[in-house]
């Protein structure tokens, strides 16, 4: 069955990188889309991109200057890196594929 | 970028009441290929989003007949007929028709 699931470091650093992977399996990457969506705590959702099916990308405007979503279809991964991150991008990030969405996972920014 | 603006922000219902969720665009959703790419869906307490509604009124299988979306063009509404107590949380409109994609603000749905 179609699964998602994220992973990556649960605390990050400010002014350091986020690196995060999301694991499909029950689909292919080269005939679906795959989007990242973040919520900061009791906050609501926030849409960062998509990796469409050709390999196309799209990002949130105010993300995109520090924002890159790649993947390895041999692997059945994406891949989502965000530089200089503030206490602001402390969230639960999410990949999506629209209909089925993995756990999340959170995501500290701190000292 | 398109905004939605989703109102109420909170509602309270009783068990069996009929409410419904506003979604407006700042921008038509109507693609050039004649869909209309916006979805509903449904924040649980402490778990993920799931999808009700996708091209504005279909309703996603598994989901509930209770559950019905409706609008064009900039309007949009879901309507849920007869809360029930699990329909508690957090209501989206999402638009995919305009890239990039955004979500509405959300709409808080409490049962008396």
């Known amino acids: 069955q179609v699964q998602l699931k994220e992973s990556g470091p649960g605390l990050v650093q400010p002014s350091e990188t986020l690196s995060l992977t999301c694991t499909v399996s029950g689909f292919s990457l080269t005939s679906n889309s795959v989007h990242w969506v973040r919520q900061p705590p009791g906050k609501g959702l926030e849409w960062m991109g998509i990796?469409?099916?050709?390999?196309?990308?799209d990002y949130n405007s105010a993300l995109k200057s520090r924002l890159s979503i790649s993947r390895d279809t041999s692997k059945s991964q994406v891949f989502l890196k965000m530089n200089s991150l503030q206490t602001e991008d402390t969230a639960i990030y999410y990949c999506?594929?629209?209909?089925?969405w993995g756990q999340g996972t959170l995501v500290t920014v701190s000292s | 970028d398109v905004v939605l603006t989703q109102t109420p922000p909170t509602l309270s219902a009783t068990i069996g009441q009929s409410v419904s969720i506003s979604c407006r665009s700042s921008?038509?959703?109507?693609?050039?290929?004649?869909?209309?790419?916006l979805n509903w869906l449904l924040q649980r307490p402490g778990q993920p989003p799931q999808l009700l509604i996708y091209l504005v009124s279909r309703l996603e299988s598994g989901v509930p007949n209770r559950f019905s979306g409706s609008g064009s063009g900039t309007d949009f509404t879901l309507k849920i007929s007869g809360v029930e107590a699990e329909d508690l949380g957090v209501y989206y409109c999402v638009q995919s028709t305009h890239a990039p994609f955004t979500f509405g603000s959300g709409t808080k749905l409490e049962i008396k």
């Open positions: 999506t594929r629209s209909r089925y």
């Open positions: 921008q038509s959703l109507l693609h050039s290929n004649g869909n209309t790419y």
């Open positions: 990796i469409r099916s050709g390999g196309s990308t």
